[in-house]
């Protein structure tokens, strides 16, 4: 009797020490459920990354794997520019009409005269080699600085010249500024995304090492009104997913900015109402993204777009500690988030395997 009653209060004292790392609780709701394997409809990824070193015998797998979850086509974002770029560009045109590749910056000799018209004639010839539009990376404006160790703002007028080169040769700059309002916030029990930063403290952003989030989103919408004939694609839904009003403004302010929400679907799939209202208002501004190659997550994008399910995981607890509900999306808008915005903006795509 000793022994079970040791036993017992070991266990409960397991409990009341089990950190909310461990914790996983399995939900008793019973409700209808869905499990969608497969994109309602053939889907252009604008969110991607994928090494352009691959062999055949990988991008056979690949490809193989796209077209398992009705992914049509993949717009890698890393390709990187100069010969790099045709490297890459020669890789994915093997397997024609499903890849796209964007060139990135060559950041060296930012400070040298005349780096805007070297980088922008550099873009040139990459779009000449076949790039379909502009990757911008995190770093720019939030780490990245010059000779002089200041940081480089995304306005910077130095890359004036080659955004007007994206306006000119009509190619899309997909861009990437900053992080999730949460990591510049204090790690406290306010934070939503306490438990990121306590399984990834590099992630925090303090002040006294990053920008603040307000300056890096005012540098970038600036930047996107600086350039009205230039396409932009703000990535993550520009971290304003958990103010989808905010963006909404933008979007009207800004006819020539679209968005993507690779990596932010826990934003979306958390306020269904509103986020539905949004998706039917913007249908001709929102593009699919997913940012990591990781198959199996996608079924969650799937299923937030296209049911009505209720309270279901999200794929990284991390991001946030909530349940999702699906939107349950009209298929018209579904066809023009999935591909046909893609299609609209991304130069020279085969409409081929996209219905009408």
């Not at 996983?24 to 990824?45: G, K």
């Amino acid at each position: 009797m000793k022994r079970a009653l040791f036993a017992l209060a070991a266990l409960s004292l397991a409990a009341q020490v089990m950190t909310i790392e461990e914790y996983e609780p399995r939900s008793t709701l019973v409700v209808p459920r869905s499990r969608i394997e497969r994109a309602r409809f053939p889907f252009i990824d604008v969110h991607n990354h994928q090494r352009g070193s691959m062999t055949p015998e990988e991008l056979a797998r690949l490809v193989a794997d796209m077209d398992r979850i009705n992914m049509r086509l993949m717009v890698n974002l890393s390709g990187g520019t100069g010969e790099r770029l045709r490297q890459s560009v020669r890789v994915f045109s093997a397997v024609p009409n499903r890849f796209a590749v964007f060139a990135n910056i060559d950041f060296s000799g930012v400070d040298e005269p005349g780096y805007g018209e070297r980088i922008a004639r550099q873009l040139e010839q990459d779009v000449a080699a076949g790039a379909r539009g502009l990757k911008i990376f995190k770093n720019f404006g939030m780490t990245l600085k010059d000779s002089q160790g200041r940081r480089i703002p995304v306005d910077d007028p130095r890359f004036d010249r080659l955004f007007e080169a994206c306006g000119r040769l009509k190619i899309p700059v997909l861009i990437h500024t900053g992080e999730p309002k949460a990591l510049f916030d204090p790690m406290d029990k306010y934070n939503e995304r306490w438990l990121e930063l306590k399984l990834f403290p590099s992630r925090a952003r303090p002040p006294d090492q990053y920008p603040r989030f307000e300056e890096l989103l005012a540098e970038q919408h600036r930047l996107f009104a600086r350039h009205p004939q230039t396409i932009f694609v703000n990535a993550h839904l520009g971290w304003l997913g958990n103010d989808l009003a905010a963006l909404g403004r933008l979007l009207d302010r800004l006819p020539n900015v679209y968005t993507e929400f690779g990596a932010v679907i826990e934003e979306i799939g958390r306020q269904p109402r509103f986020a539905r209202d949004f998706f039917i208002r913007y249908q001709d501004r929102i593009l699919f993204g997913k940012d990591t190659w990781r198959p199996q997550e996608y079924i969650t994008y799937f299923r937030v777009l296209e049911t009505a399910d209720e309270y279901f995981d999200h794929d990284r607890k991390y991001h946030g500690l909530w349940k999702l509900y699906g939107l349950d999306l009209p298929a018209e808008v579904l066809k023009k988030i999935y591909y046909n915005n893609a299609l609209r903006i991304l130069p020279n795509l085969n409409r081929e395997g996209f219905p009408d």
